[in-house]
């Protein structure tokens, strides 16, 4: 009855996830694997140079880590952590998305200043075409129809938008400074950036074809990386430079939560319930867990150096 009670005490405070909670470590070269019950870090996986970002294959059996530096994808069990494959010979994938259509597989360069655009058949990626872009490829969106990628340019300041089917340009516009993480609303009406070089995130409306600017939302310096909350109405944004988080109300394009995140906090995760937020702390080399409710910091668990992606396979809707 004694452990019954403080397992049930346990399960109020902390995850009840057996799946792994991924961490990149892009100076490190690997990914720290993290079990979400005892938070100790169960391995360390070394993949190539600088992994940055990650994502889940449409049928869930793999996340595939970008290897910006090594030029190769590192395909990982989600459930067990294995290694089931690395793919070399894509060039710089520094960020990558699958389109909801699950037909097309994008990269961003982030040093060669291109886009690959490349079919996907479940299994095998044959490169469609490599666009050159602007300075400084660094996060992509892609719409919920399939049918435009959005790119933004972290050192020209743009916003790129390009056609999937055809693989061709549509326009570009000037964004404000240092662009990076990109989300757009359900709807695809809205599109939001956020200004690394900037305290706050830009939003431009997309009904009208071309992005038109509709306001700056402040949240705070070096707003950064983007996180669904999972109820189509919110986002969370991560504000490196400030160490805290904003929520926002996409309907009403506003912050209506903030609270601290500490050591420079860059990509986010979201437990399936809402309640815990993983955060990558990139400058202090932790994973930060934050209570969503009291909006307080619960758990620091050490890395690799500069922590970025982070990743879970128990998470909260990416809408």
């Known amino acids: 009855m004694f452990w019954l009670t403080l397992l049930c005490l ?8 057996a ?17 979400p019950l005892s938070w100790q870090e169960t391995k360390r996986i070394s993949t190539g140079k600088e992994p940055h970002h ?30 089931q494959r690395t793919l070399k010979g ?22 060669l200043n291109h886009v690959d655009i490349y079919r996907w058949d479940g299994s095998a990626l044959t490169l469609a075409k490599r666009l050159a872009t602007s300075k400084t490829p660094s996060h992509l969106w892609i719409d919920s129809k399939s049918t435009t990628v959005y790119a933004t340019m972290q050192d020209s300041d743009e916003l790129v938008a390009i056609d999937l089917p055809t693989q061709t340009l549509k326009w570009r516009r000037k964004t404000g400074a240092l662009p990076a ?9 809205f599109l939001l950036i956020g200004l690394t070089g900037g305290d706050g995130v830009e939003v431009y409306d997309l009904s009208a074809g071309q992005a038109q600017f509709v306001k700056l939302i402040k ?30 109300d ?43 409710q009291t909006r307080r910091l619960v758990r620091q668990v050490r890395v690799g150096k500069s922590p970025h992606g982070v990743w879970t396979l128990d998470h909260a809707p990416r809408q």
């Open 90 to 111: 894509i060039l710089d994938p520094y960020q990558l998305r699958f389109s909801p259509d699950m037909k097309w597989f994008v990269t961003a360069a982030n040093r």
């Open 10 to 17: 346990a399960s109020l405070f902390f995850p009840a996830y």
């Open 19 to 35: 799946t792994p909670i991924f961490v990149l470590n892009s100076l490190s070269g690997s990914v720290s694997v993290l079990d």
């Open 250 to 292: 996409h309907q009403t394009l506003a912050v209506v939560e903030s609270f601290a995140a500490p050591g420079g906090p860059d990509c986010l995760e979201l437990s399936a319930d809402g309640r815990w937020l993983y955060v990558a702390s990139r400058w202090a080399g932790k994973l930060s867990v934050i209570d969503t």
């Open 181 to 189: 993480d990109v989300f757009g609303t359900p709807d695809d009406k």
């Open 219 to 248: 949240t705070g310096e070096g707003a950064h990386a983007f996180r669904a909350v999972g109820d189509k109405r919110h986002v969370y944004v991560s504000n490196r430079v400030a160490n805290s988080i904003s929520k926002i």
């Open 54 to 83: 990650l994502y889940l294959t449409p049928d869930e059996k793999s996340v595939i880590v970008a290897n910006a530096a090594s030029d190769s994808l590192t395909f990982i069990d989600p459930r067990t952590a294995e290694v």
